[in-house]
């Protein structure tokens, strides 16, 4: 167990919906990453949220967004869904310092099994 | 375009073997290695990371990298059935913001 937890398990949406996904990232960290993965395939970068601001951003288009909280949780906002969205999306939870040089690592909450139809 | 790139395997190995998993990585500014484990179904797993050139042990688990030739490898000494799983290599630089998987080599185990 990581401490990252993610709601909800699962998902199913229809093409052109919009959906939230909600990350809470572990005691002591700063920084939550989310990733999308695809059945066969390595995690992919999404974006990175840093005391509440985006941080570094994948080739992800726009209709990916984020936030932070001040209790470092997080969420990710996918508007108009298409089907190659249908995916694993993980958000990881690390501790960060400005400038870089933090501690390096992620730990990654279960994840949210997105489909879509 | 930042790439790690690793064998998609499966790799097969004895019960008690050495499994040798290998990843290459194409940006050299790329700092530091991490080893993640994933099982069908769940979320990666970290095993371990190394930033330093050479040989970094925890356990059955060890880490090598060479930066020279922007490679990074895992070996598992006495391996398990229950270290079947799919093995992903990620590199990231100082920044934190660039955080690149591969596609994982899946490992199987064989009693």
């Known amino acids: 167990e990581t401490g990252v937890t993610q709601s909800p398990t699962h998902l199913i949406k229809t093409r052109g919906q919009q959906v939230t996904l909600r990350c809470s990232s572990q005691?002591?960290?700063?920084?939550v990453s989310w990733y999308q993965q695809a059945l066969g395939q390595g995690p992919q970068f999404i974006f990175q949220y840093y005391r509440e601001e985006e941080n570094g951003r994948g080739n992800f288009p726009p209709r990916f967004s984020g936030l932070q909280f001040p209790n470092y949780s997080s969420e990710l906002n996918v508007n108009a869904l298409e089907l190659d969205d249908s995916a694993l999306y993980l958000c990881?939870?690390?501790?960060?310092?400005?400038?870089?040089?933090?501690?390096?690592?992620?730990?990654f909450g279960p994840g949210t099994r997105l489909t879509v139809t | 375009q930042k790439e790690v790139e690793q064998n998609s395997g499966p790799l097969s190995v004895p019960e008690g073997a050495i499994a040798s998993l290998n990843c290459t990585y194409s940006d050299r500014g790329s700092q530091s290695f991490f080893w993640y484990r994933q099982y069908s179904g769940k979320s990666p797993e970290l095993i371990m990371f190394?930033?330093?050139?050479g040989d970094k042990e925890d356990g059955r688990f060890t880490a090598q990298l060479n930066k020279a030739s922007q490679y990074v490898s895992l070996l598992i000494r006495d391996s398990q059935p229950s270290d079947s799983a799919t093995y992903l290599c990620?590199?990231?630089?100082?920044?934190?913001?660039?955080?690149?998987f591969g596609p994982g080599t899946r490992l199987s185990v064989l009693p």
């Open positions: 990620a590199s990231r630089d100082n920044y934190g913001q660039n955080f690149v």
């Open positions: 190394i930033y330093s050139n």
């Open positions: 990881a939870s690390s501790s960060e310092r400005s400038g870089g040089g933090g501690s390096y690592e992620q730990y």
């Open positions: 005691s002591g960290h700063n920084t």
